[in-house]
């Protein structure tokens, strides 16, 4: 494994669905005021999909950086900083608390304030249209449910549970358009490509998900050495090959199988998935 280690992993996932959901979302842009952009706060950049940004161009946008529990605040906010412009605002939001995401009220009122205030002097009570979009796995069916304060919609910790369009109302009035997770169809950075399968946007199913731990182990490894470390107690020597790191992990780990071989592949899952829920502590992956 470590000869491949110069190997850019192949990673290309667009299933027919997310062709009709891009489209389902052209038809409907016309009627929304404002776009929620979930974006996974481990690497918000990585999950910006050209396809939805271009979408986007000409609506008034809240960037919702989703799980922020699992990164620092430093990072927090250098990313908040970087994503607000004019025509949009960044916030962050632990979706696991419900009460943590009524901050998207307010902030959508302030960025239409101009358009109530029209629709209020000609007698309209006027609910804003949101449209909440993003790529799989961000988050985005749960901050819904946490803004109607009640399950509305379907959610799962796994990317394709939303498969088509679902509009909700909150209980302030506002209709969110719930949209499938969508990405595009072929990635030009393969680093994006990898961030994203890396937060379980991409199905594992359909990578080499002993492969995807080891480009994640090399990845992270000389920022986050200390975390890898104290997580799995283990001592990593300076330039250490990465396939020495995994060895190291699966036998701390009692990843073997009979005749004492090395169980990569349940010990590949168990890293990433360490990861993904926090246990490995707070990583930003751009």
């Keep these: 494994m470590e000869n491949q280690k110069e190997r ?24 929304i005021d404002i776009i929620f952009y979930c974006l996974d706060a481990r690497a918000p950049f990585s999950c910006l999909n050209p396809k939805l940004s271009q979408l986007a161009e000409n609506k008034k946008i809240i960037f919702v950086l989703t799980k922020v529990d699992l990164i620092e605040k430093k990072d927090l906010d250098l990313f ?4 607000t412009s004019n025509n949009s605002v960044c916030v962050g939001i632990n979706s696991i608390k419900s009460n943590s995401s009524t901050i998207l009220f307010k902030v959508s009122k302030e960025l239409l304030k101009d358009k109530i205030k029209c629709k209020s002097e000609k007698g309209i009570n006027y609910n804003l249209k949101a449209m909440v979009v993003g790529v799989p796995n ?13 399950s509305k919609t379907v959610t799962g910790n796994r990317p394709g549970v939303t498969k088509g369009k679902q509009w909700v109302i909150t209980n302030e009035g506002l209709l ?23 937060i379980g946007s991409i199905k594992d199913e359909v990578l080499d998900i002993t492969e995807l731990a080891f480009c994640f182990l090399k990845d992270i490894i000389p ?3 200390d975390l890898v470390q ?10 250490e090959q990465t396939l020495e790191i995994l060895e190291k992990i699966c036998l701390v780990r009692k990843c073997i199988l009979k005749r004492q071989e090395l169980d ?10 360490d990861f993904r829920k926090g246990r490995l502590g707070k990583i930003v992956l751009d």
């Design 8 to 31: 850019e992993l192949n990673i290309n996932w667009f299933p027919g669905h997310m062709t009709k959901a891009l489209r389902q979302m052209e038809k409907e842009i016309k009627n």
């Design 80 to 83: 908040i900083n970087k994503l």
């Design 138 to 150: 961000v988050g985005k069916s749960t901050l819904i449910n946490n803004l109607c304060s009640k």
């Design 176 to 198: 969110l358009l719930d949209t499938p997770g969508t990405l595009w169809p072929s990635f030009n950075d393969n680093k994006v490509a990898r961030n994203l399968a890396y």
């Design 223 to 225: 920022k986050y050495k």
């Design 230 to 239: 104290k997580r799995y107690d283990i001592f990593i020597e300076d330039n």
């Design 264 to 273: 990569y592949e349940r010990c590949a899952k168990l890293i990433l998935d």
